[in-house]
C-alpha cells in the first residue's frame, strides 16, 4: 500500500533543507599550514633492483612448439 505524502511533511522536509543549507556568518579560522620538510641535498639516487632490470631486459617467452597443435587436430578429427 503506498502513501502520499502530506503537504506539511513536504513543506517542514524543505525548510529543514533550507536550514541545512544556510551559509554561516562566522568568519572560519585559516587551516594551519602543514610544515614540507626541504629535501636533503645529501640524498643519493637510489638504483632500481634487480629483479626490475630483469623484467626489462628479458625477452618473451618462447613459443610453444608445433606438436602441440598436431595433438590438438588430432583430437579435433577425433572427436569429429
Known amino acids: 500500500m503506498l502513501v502520499q505524502p502530506q503537504v506539511q ?3 517542514d522536509a524543505a525548510e529543514d533543507e533550507d536550514d541545512d543549507n544556510e551559509v554561516s556568518n562566522e568568519p572560519t579560522p585559516p ?3 602543514p610544515a614540507t620538510p626541504s629535501p636533503s ?3 643519493e639516487h637510489i638504483p632500481s633492483s634487480p629483479q626490475a632490470q630483469t623484467a626489462q631486459t628479458s625477452s618473451p617467452p618462447p613459443q610453444q612448439p608445433s606438436q602441440t ?4 587436430m588430432t583430437l579435433l ?3 569429429l
Open 69 to 72: 597443435t598436431d595433438i590438438l
Open 41 to 43: 641535498p645529501t640524498q
Open 31 to 33: 587551516s594551519p599550514t
Open 77 to 79: 578429427n577425433t572427436l
Open 9 to 11: 511533511d513536504v513543506e
